[in-house]
């Protein structure tokens, strides 16, 4: 049948009209039950609501909920940075999508920019409730949005969170000029210098 890791996501087969991958502004479809976008794009009514979207996780400290009647508002109020404690809120969010889902429900998960704390929250799901590796799970995110790109912390958390869920890593910590990144980014920063480099 192939490896466990190389099964094409559930999105992909169960899907296929699904929206083309989104650019920073729009919303994308990652799963059946789940979308991916900016804080503007949640701001959106009319976006959100063609999405027949049911309940919204605001990945932000800086964006308040929008508290619309019929949808419902997670907030998970962690700041894009390294040191944040993302993963704190890595199951409690993947089981309100996927509960969300067994209602026929839809959820989305924004941050400011949906493309560091809303994609890793995402990525995580993903591993959890579809068994994706986390090398599949953030290369089909990417597929759907490409300007996602977590903080080097939450790929430390990813990775951490990862070898919970399968005893077994697909993603490691490399070193780079502009110090450790996943090797999943180690071709791109090859030829980088960090800006110290130039003094």
């Known amino acids: 049948v192939g ?3 190389h099964r094409p996501p559930p999105a992909a087969k169960l899907a296929p009209g699904a929206p083309p991958a989104s650019a920073l502004g ?8 789940l979308y991916l976008c900016s804080g503007n794009a949640a701001a959106n009514r009319h976006l959100v ?21 019929d949808i419902d508002y997670v907030k998970v109020p962690v700041p894009d940075l390294p040191h944040a404690p993302l993963a704190l809120y890595f199951d409690s969010v993947a089981d309100r999508i996927h509960q969300t889902g067994k209602r026929n429900g839809r959820t ?6 949906g493309v560091s704390r809303s994609a890793s929250l995402c990525i995580a799901y993903l591993m959890k409730y579809h068994r994706l590796s986390l090398l599949d799970a953030h290369q089909w995110v990417k597929s759907r949005r490409p300007v ?3 903080n080097v912390g939450f790929w430390r958390q990813l990775i951490d969170y ?12 490399v070193p780079s000029p502009i110090g450790p990144v996943p090797d999943v980014y180690e071709k791109e920063s090859r030829g980088l210098v960090p800006l110290w480099g130039y003094r």
């Open 3 to 5: 490896s466990e890791g």
């Open 26 to 33: 729009g919303i994308a479809q990652i799963s059946p039950c």
């Open 49 to 69: 609501s063609a999405r027949a979207v049911t309940c919204v996780v605001n990945a932000t400290m800086e964006i308040p909920n929008a508290n619309w009647p």
């Open 108 to 113: 989305l998960v924004h941050c400011v920019a």
């Open 148 to 150: 996602v790109r977590p």
């Open 162 to 173: 990862e070898r919970q869920l399968f005893g077994k890593n697909t993603v490691r910590m």
